[in-house]
């Protein structure tokens, strides 16, 4: 069973970067989608970035420009670097990884726990 464990969440300042990393567990991340999704309090979730295990990218338009996702298979490892950050950007990270490329509609079936970022003065 793969387990997520997001990290690098925190306070910062509008305009500042924060890089959230998410560890898996297990031999098959090279086979997943993987995918990184948000919640904001009173808000629907939203999907903010996705890639597939081909490499293929998808970034939302709210973050379109300013949030980038990669991954490194060999540490089992997704990160997503965010940069010019918003107080709208406040919300709770979460890391998710499936078989079938990640949709809105359709994430993937494993979650991580979430980590929440904060932009604010």
């Known amino acids: 069973q793969v387990q997520l464990v997001e990290s690098g969440g925190g306070l910062v300042q509008p305009g500042g970067s924060l890089r959230l990393s998410c560890a898996a567990s297990?031999?098959?991340?090279?086979?997943?989608?993987l995918g990184w999704f948000r919640q904001a309090p009173g808000k629907e979730r939203e999907l903010v970035a996705s890639?597939?295990?081909?490499?293929?990218?998808k970034v939302g338009d709210s973050v379109k420009g300013r949030f980038t996702i990669s991954r490194d298979n060999t540490k089992n490892t997704v990160y997503l670097q965010m940069n010019s950050l918003k107080p709208e950007d406040t919300a709770v990270y979460y890391c998710?990884?499936?078989?079938?490329?990640?949709?809105?509609?359709?994430?993937?079936?494993?979650w991580g726990q979430g980590t929440q970022v904060t932009v604010s003065s």
């Open positions: 998710n990884a499936g078989w079938t490329p990640i949709t809105t509609m359709r994430p993937g079936s494993r």
């Open positions: 297990g031999s098959s991340f090279s086979m997943f989608h």
């Open positions: 890639m597939s295990r081909g490499g293929t990218i």
